[in-house]
Nanobody, 122 residues
Framework: QVQLVESGGGLVQAGGSLRLSCVDS????????MAWFRQAPGQDRIFVAA???????THTDRVKGRFTISRDSAKNTVYLQMNNLKPQDTAVYYC????????????????WGQGTQVTVSS
């Protein structure tokens, strides 16, 4: 059974850093593309970053140069390193999995995590 479990969220001041983790507890997603999305209060869930099974990655322009997605296949874990955080980064961050990069970018997600809250104070 696939289960994505996120951790690492919290409260941080503007300019600070956090690292989110997402563990694939079922160890079945090694060939999937993995991604992070986020949803701020009253807004739609939006794409943040994605990484393919062979380490190709992409980030939305609003986080480029500040956030970095990575994955450790041996640990079945995907990370999102977030630096220079801004108040507008405040959101619930969701881990996601899809069979390909193109499906992630089309929003056709097969599995979602439960989300982890990130709050950035000014």
């Amino acid at each position: 059974q696939v289960q994505l479990v996120e951790s690492g969220g919290g409260l941080v001041q503007a300019g600070g850093s956090l690292r989110l983790s997402c563990v694939d507890s079922g160890s079945t997603l090694s060939r999937y593309a993995m991604a992070w999305f986020r949803q701020a209060p009253g807004q739609d869930r939006i794409f943040v970053a994605a990484i393919s099974w062979n380490q190709i990655n992409t980030h939305t322009d609003r986080v480029k140069g500040r956030f970095t997605i990575s994955r450790d296949s041996a640990k079945n874990t995907v990370y999102l390193q977030m630096n220079n955080l801004k108040p507008q980064d405040t959101a619930v961050y969701y881990c996601a999995a899809a069979r390909s990069f193109s499906l992630v970018q089309a929003g056709q997600i097969e599995f979602w995590g439960q989300g982890t809250q990130v709050t950035v104070s000014s």
